[in-house]
């Protein structure tokens, strides 16, 4: 039977994964890491959010590291990361509608301006603020067109509005306009009324929004921050909020997390945050998952979502 290690902060968390996997795979022994008497080397598949350093290079036998998150770039900070071992990222149906839900509802609040109606509510304004753009009249420019940025393209064209992406690599795309690597980004920044990123967090992406990239936007352009918090300038983001160039910001991700009670985001009038809950699958739905990429690659087959080292991704 294969064994795999759960790496969860805390005793009911690693009980609900053992009960999840008991239903759902019970072809897999799931054991407990922290704190257990575990033998990390008779290990043969391990599941984490944020082990400690050096935690993951202790089990010399892995055969593959399946992370909770469909981001990976805090686990690639462990200087001792053993980089020879497969590592998965998170996926699956829930996850994108899950991603797909919020940029949807975040967009509908950047276009009918929610955010001053829960201003006014909290004051107890009654007060008109008319809005007359539509979904079908607004321009979304997606960030990453990979498994989630894909999927809210999608899931965005269906329900009436005019869907543009970027990312490095040119292909065929339905009906998202695809626009590929740095000399397209101008053009691409240039016709997007919502600005989505869902870049995964590498060394090309890394503070790349920064005041300059903003002001190639549209004046007016609403900011949605999916992907990674260190990939936006915060200082440059409130700015531009300031200077109206852009119109809000709905931010999930955040450079530092949780976000500090002296940050100046959760009373700005224009920023709308919520707590890196944009997607994050049930976790029957990420034990089948799991389950799954782990017999793909028991049968020598390549999982989905497999982390390539040389892209950074
Ligand atoms: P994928 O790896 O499937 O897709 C990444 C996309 O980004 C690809 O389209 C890729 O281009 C593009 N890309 C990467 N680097 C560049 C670059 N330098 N320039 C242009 N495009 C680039 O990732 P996912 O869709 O699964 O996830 C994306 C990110 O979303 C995660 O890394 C994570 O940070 C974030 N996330 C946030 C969550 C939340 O709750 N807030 C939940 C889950 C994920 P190409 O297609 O050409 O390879």
Known sequence: MVRLVISADGKDAYEGWRASFAEIAPDIEVCPWAGSKTDLAGV??????QPGPGELAKMGNLRGILCTGAGINHLLRDPDFP???PLVRMGGEETCTLMA?????AAIGLIRDARTW??????GTWRNNPVFRTSAATRIGIMGYGNLGSAVARHLARTGFQVSAWCRTLREAGETALFAGQDRLPAFLGQTDIL???LPSTQETRNLIDFAFLSLLPRGTGLINVGRGDQVVEVDLLRALDENQLSGAVLDVFVQEPLPDTSPFWSHPKITVTPHVASEASRPAQTEYVAKAIRQMEAGETPPLLYKPGRGY
């Open 118 to 123: 829960a201003r006014n509510q909290a004051t």
């Open 101 to 105: 839900d919020y940029v949807q509802w």
């Open 196 to 198: 989505v990123n869902l």
């Open 83 to 85: 980089h020879h071992v």
């Open 44 to 49: 043969d598949y391990a599941l984490v959010w």
